[in-house]
């Protein structure tokens, strides 16, 4: 893990930092709580080759333990068919790689996710979750997270082919369950300005957590964004089934948070 950017700020109290992940290391502290500028060609673009990587016996495994049927007795209204090949059942022949994710957002707001190939390319992928930060931060210390992101299929359609070419990731919105209980829709979005300034501040670490300075321009002077930044193992089952596994450091009993997109 390598030290945090001098411009960001960590917090020494674990309720304004996402708990169980090791904090990066502390930098001075920033001159003002305003965000600063994003700086141009920080960030470099995602490699347009698709890494395919077979999985060992120990990691196809520890993902069938995964996919074990999920929550609670109210997963039932989760549509996550887990026995169906393809769709959370880890399989040798699929595609998996290792990423990087950030889950950031103000305390009065909501969390998002970011997706990166590595911490110093563009995101690939930036969903707004419905969810409030303070309330993920509560899910996350009490130790399994698991999310479903569900989108619908449309009808089959022959002389519409646009959801054979669309990828899971690229659908705009999703229906979000957590822990099997509904909590509203995910939504896709372009990464704008202050995702990518989040992105270039974190640029230099691997993982970690804490908190960033403040726009006092949305969140007024004492407004400050609580971040979480770790690996996740990415396991593609199908065009219509990824899942994200966060990768905890070796010897840290941290939280397990798992993300799953389904068209169903």
Request: net charge positive; with cysteine.
């Amino acid at each position: 893990m390598k030290e945090s950017p001098k411009p960001m700020a960590t917090s020494s109290s674990s309720s304004s930092s996402f708990s169980s992940i090791p904090p990066s290391s502390p930098s001075s502290s920033p001159a003002t709580t305003t965000t600063p500028p994003r700086q141009n060609n920080l960030l470099e673009p995602p490699s347009s080759k698709k890494k395919k990587n077979k999985s060992n016996v120990f990691r196809v495994l520890r993902t069938v333990f995964r996919s074990f049927p999920i929550f609670t007795t109210s997963s039932i209204a989760c549509k996550i068919p887990v026995i169906n090949p393809g769709l959370g059942v880890a399989d040798p022949h699929h595609d998996t790689s290792r990423v990087t994710g950030t889950l950031f957002g103000y305390r009065k707001g909501r969390v998002s996710l970011s997706i990166q190939e590595t911490p110093k390319c563009l995101p690939s992928l930036v969903v707004e979750l419905a969810m409030q930060t303070t309330t993920f931060q509560k899910e996350l210390s009490m130790g399994m997270v698991r999310i479903a992101l569900e989108t619908e299929k449309q009808p089959n359609n022959n002389n519409n082919k646009t959801e054979k070419n669309t990828n899971i990731l690229d659908e705009p919105l999703w229906t979000m369950y957590c822990k099997g209980d509904k909590t509203g829709y995910g939504v896709r979005r372009e990464a704008n300005d202050e995702d990518l300034s989040v992105m270039e501040l974190l640029r230099p670490v691997s993982m970690g957590a804490g908190v960033l300075p403040g726009n006092s321009e949305s969140e007024g002077p004492d407004g400050e964004m609580a971040y979480m930044r770790a690996y996740f193992e990415r396991v593609v089952g199908s065009k219509d089934s990824e899942t994200f596994y966060m990768l905890s450091p070796e010897g840290n009993n941290g939280p397990e948070l798992s993300f799953f997109f389904v068209r169903v």
